[in-house]
């Protein structure tokens, strides 16, 4: 009875290692190629299985690429996290700015801004339940800026959504334009943000 259960166990676990190198593989492709261009026929090829077992882990190629999507917003979510920590006790801004340069670190590793433009293309039903994690790694950062702004350290009169919308869709995008060989670092490009936010570019 032991070993039967035990046999389960193993199958179980067999079944998880296999979804998370599906999923694996299917980010790597979806970089590289785009998702318009990944089948299941591809990614089963790329994971070295049979095409047909894909199915018995997803039910169609957009719950893989669900699976993806929320792996990367998962990620983001870990890594932004981990970077307030290092620095509580500081001021909203300053725990802003590791917010935003642990956002941009990420996207630039991970290739997200590629996967936000395959939210649009999947079903209604798998965008909506996308979306709702979204908006949960979006409130880290409009919390921050609520925060900055009941201690008085913004000026009144700005709609802080869209300024969130804006400071994150700019970070989020930097992977179609940046040179990991050219002379600004990560960091660089977060402090030259947050001096747009705070300071302004007009005399």
Same mark, same amino acid.
């Given at each position: 009875?032991?070993? +039967?259960?035990?046999?389960?166990?193993? *199958? &179980?676990?067999? !079944?998880?290692?296999?979804? #998370?190198?599906? $999923?694996?593989?299917?980010?790597?492709?979806?970089?590289?190629?785009? +998702?318009?261009?990944?089948?299941?026929? *591809? &990614?089963?090829? !790329?994971?070295?299985?049979? #095409?047909?077992? $894909?199915?018995?882990?997803?039910?169609?190629?957009?719950?893989?690429?669900?699976?993806?999507?929320?792996?990367?917003?998962?990620?983001?979510?870990?890594?932004?996290?981990?970077?307030?920590?290092?620095?509580?006790?500081?001021?909203?801004?300053?725990?802003?700015?590791?917010?935003?340069?642990?956002?941009?670190?990420?996207?630039?590793?991970?290739?997200?801004?590629?996967?936000l433009k395959a939210i649009r293309r999947l079903p209604k039903r798998l965008r909506d339940h996308h979306m709702k994690q979204e908006r949960e790694y979006a409130a880290i950062f409009a919390d921050l800026l609520a925060e900055a702004q009941a201690k008085g350290l913004l000026r009144p009169g700005f709609d802080l959504s869209v300024v969130r919308m804006l400071a994150m869709g700019a970070l989020?995008?930097?992977?179609?334009?940046?040179?990991?060989?050219?002379?600004?670092?990560?960091?660089?490009?977060?402090?030259?943000?947050?001096?747009?936010?705070?300071?302004?570019?007009?005399?």
């Amino acid at each position: 009875m032991r070993a +039967s259960g035990q046999t389960a166990k193993s *199958r &179980i676990t067999k !079944a998880e290692r296999t979804r #998370a190198r599906l $999923i694996e593989v299917a980010t790597r492709l979806f970089q590289e190629h785009g +998702s318009d261009e990944v089948t299941v026929r *591809r &990614i089963a090829a !790329a994971a070295k299985i049979e #095409a047909g077992s $894909i199915y018995y882990h997803f039910a169609s190629r957009d719950e893989i690429m669900r699976a993806v999507l929320e792996g990367g917003v998962g990620g983001a979510k870990t890594e932004v996290l981990k970077a307030i920590a290092e620095v509580a006790g500081a001021s909203p801004l300053d725990r802003l700015r590791a917010a935003l340069g642990a956002h941009l670190k990420y996207t630039l590793h991970h290739h997200f801004s590629s996967r936000l433009k395959a939210i649009r293309r999947l079903p209604k039903r798998l965008r909506d339940h996308h979306m709702k994690q979204e908006r949960e790694y979006a409130a880290i950062f409009a919390d921050l800026l609520a925060e900055a702004q009941a201690k008085g350290l913004l000026r009144p009169g700005f709609d802080l959504s869209v300024v969130r919308m804006l400071a994150m869709g700019a970070l989020t995008w930097a992977a179609e334009w940046y040179d990991p060989a050219g002379t600004m670092a990560p960091a660089d490009i977060t402090d030259e943000l947050m001096k747009l936010l705070t300071e302004g570019i007009v005399k």
